[in-house]
T-cell receptor, first 112, second 113 residues
Framework: DAGVTQSPTHLIKTRGQQVTLRCSPK?????VSWYQQALGQGPQFIFQ???????QRGNFPDRFSGHQFPNYSSELNVNALLLGDSALYLC???????????FGQGTRLTVV | AQSVTQLDSHVSVSEGTPVLLRCNYS??????LFWYVQHPNKGLQLLLK????ATLVKGINGFEAEFKKSETSFHLTKPSAHMSDAAEYFC???????????WGAGTKLIIKP
């Protein structure tokens, strides 16, 4: 079992650009959540996808959007990047209805 | 709204001595509570979880936590620290809808040889 996999592991972008991060959930998991972890802080919930729909959203602007595919994999898109978007982006998967989440290694995004 | 407060940003203990990482939560209902560990350059790993069953929860690597509703606390303990325990530890509570996790700011555990 490969667990939750995220790509890429590291990324450097320029302010104003757009970025897409990818996540494959753990086998058997149909729910994907995305978190942003700034340096020295705990993760902050961005949104959760279930059955290809955004089920819940945290306090993040519309520049952050996502998608879930029929195979349950997911993408996180961030438009008009700001310096403050620099963070570790974590994907977590869980089986539907369960609160326990399994995390990937994360994508380290640096905006310059 | 749910919230989590980790009372110490850093905890330093000697190898072989007990570990205590403190966590208080605020919730308008009976939440699920978790402890996660994050080693440098590694993903988050679930240590243990409380989901309204036994109040004393045993986790991996010898860690355990006790849910105390009257004190709204969920402190993490380990009888004897090991060098490999050095990491960042996060206390987590489920949000209003149970779909999101609310995270504490983290406690960095330092193990002295």
């Amino acid at each position: 079992d490969a667990g939750v996999t995220q790509s890429p592991t590291h990324l450097i972008k320029t302010r104003g650009q757009q970025v897409t991060l990818r996540c494959s959930p753990k086998s058997g998991h149909d729910t994907v959540s995305w978190y942003q972890q700034a340096l020295g802080q705990g993760p902050q919930f961005i949104f959760q996808y279930y059955e290809e729909e955004e089920r819940q959203r945290g306090n993040f602007p519309d520049r952050f959007s996502g998608h879930q595919f029929p195979n349950y994999s997911s993408e996180l898109n961030v438009n008009a990047l700001l310096l403050g978007d620099s963070a570790l982006y974590l994907c977590a998967s869980s089986p539907g209805g369960h609160t326990e989440a399994f995390f990937g290694q994360g994508t380290r995004l640096t905006v310059v | 709204a749910q919230s989590v407060t980790q009372l110490d940003s850093h905890v330093s203990v000697s190898e072989g001595t007990p570990v205590l990482l403190r966590c208080n939560y605020s919730s308008s209902y009976s939440p699920s509570l978790f402890w996660y560990v994050q080693h440098p350059n590694k993903g988050l790993q679930l240590l243990l979880k409380y989901t309204s069953a036994a109040t004393l929860v045993k986790g991996i690597n010898g860690f355990e936590a006790e849910f105390k509703k009257s004190e709204t606390s969920f402190h993490l303990t380990k009888p004897s620290a090991h060098m490999s325990d050095a990491a960042e530890y996060f206390c987590v509570v489920t949000g209003d809808s149970n779909y999101q996790l609310i995270w504490g700011a983290g406690t960095k555990l330092i193990i002295k040889p």
